[in-house]
């Protein structure tokens, strides 16, 4: 998506405040300003009481383990999305995935197409590496994504403002279990231990679901610890009391669009 394309209207709504300053104008350029304020960045859940456990990089392998083991409590997951990172997010398998967690109440968020190190790409990169996730998402599910979690947590002004006018928040994390850095599964399920002893006020959490050991041996830790605790497990949108999609309507057809 071009920049200046973005500006003109912009630039438009500005003159015609200035020329004719009717209320509504007005709103119209508070609007347009609001729309081009960089994201929020977000690194911590605010309603008491929560853990947002996050899962990135998938679609692979193992998403439907996540979102039974949370269907069993009660509770919620986040995935944080790829499109072209470890699978397809076009396999029929992989899309599937993400069709089941998404109709449980699951959230699906962007983490941009291909995992990509947002700060090394101009303008027009970042804008491509987050349209054809949200198209794909909105294909397969009917939900555009409220929230985006940038690869390796990175991000500089440029990405902070693309995400702003896609109307999207950044969302980082407040606990590492450390699975994507080389932690063992014995210290990943020690630092939940630790972490539901100190008993915070609430939990934002990192993890990836492209490792079965994540799923299958520290997340049934996580949950057992936590949930001795009494947290809630929930979703990033309702961590905050906020909606998870921009938009929802109906999800699509398969066609001969559906490729990586
Ligand atoms: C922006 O996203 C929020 C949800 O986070 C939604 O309520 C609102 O309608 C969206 N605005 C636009 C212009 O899509
Ligand atoms: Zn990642």
């Not at 003109?8 to 004719?20: E, G, R």
């Not at 081009?36 to 439907?64: E, H, K, M, W």
């Not at 002893?197 to 799923?215: A, C, D, F, G, K």
């Amino acid at each position: 998506m071009p920049r200046l394309s973005l500006l003109l209207p912009l630039l438009f709504v500005s003159a015609l405040t200035t020329a004719y300053a009717t209320p509504e104008a007005k709103a119209a350029e508070y609007v347009e300003l609001e729309a081009r304020a960089p994201a929020q960045v977000i690194s911590r859940c605010t309603v008491p009481n929560t853990v947002a456990l996050t899962f990135d990089d998938g679609p692979y392998l193992y998403t439907r383990g996540i979102v039974d083991q949370l269907e069993a409590v009660g509770g919620k997951a986040t995935f944080f999305v790829n499109g072209n990172n470890w699978g397809c997010i076009y396999d029929s398998d992989k899309a599937g995935n993400i069709k089941y967690a998404y109709d449980r109440g699951h959230q699906i968020a962007s983490h941009t197409w291909a995992h990509r190190h947002l700060n090394s790409l101009t303008w027009d990169q970042i804008h491509d590496e987050m349209w054809r996730v949200e198209l794909a998402l909105s294909r397969i599910t009917g939900g555009v994504p409220a929230f985006m979690r940038p690869p390796y947590g990175e991000y500089n002004n440029l990405v902070r403002e693309a995400a702003g006018i896609r109307n999207q928040s950044l969302v980082l994390w407040d606990f590492d279990s450390g699975d994507s850095t080389g932690s063992s599964v014995s210290s990943q399920k020690t630092k939940y231990t630790n972490l539901a002893n100190s008993r915070p006020s609430t939990i934002l959490s990192l993890q990836h679901e492209v490792y079965q050991s994540t799923v299958n041996e520290v997340l049934p830790h996580a949950i057992s610890q936590l949930r001795a605790k009494g947290y809630t497990f929930v979703t990033v949108a309702d961590c905050l009391g906020t909606r998870k999609y921009q938009r929802t309507g109906p999800a699509q057809a398969r066609d001969s669009n559906w490729h990586c």
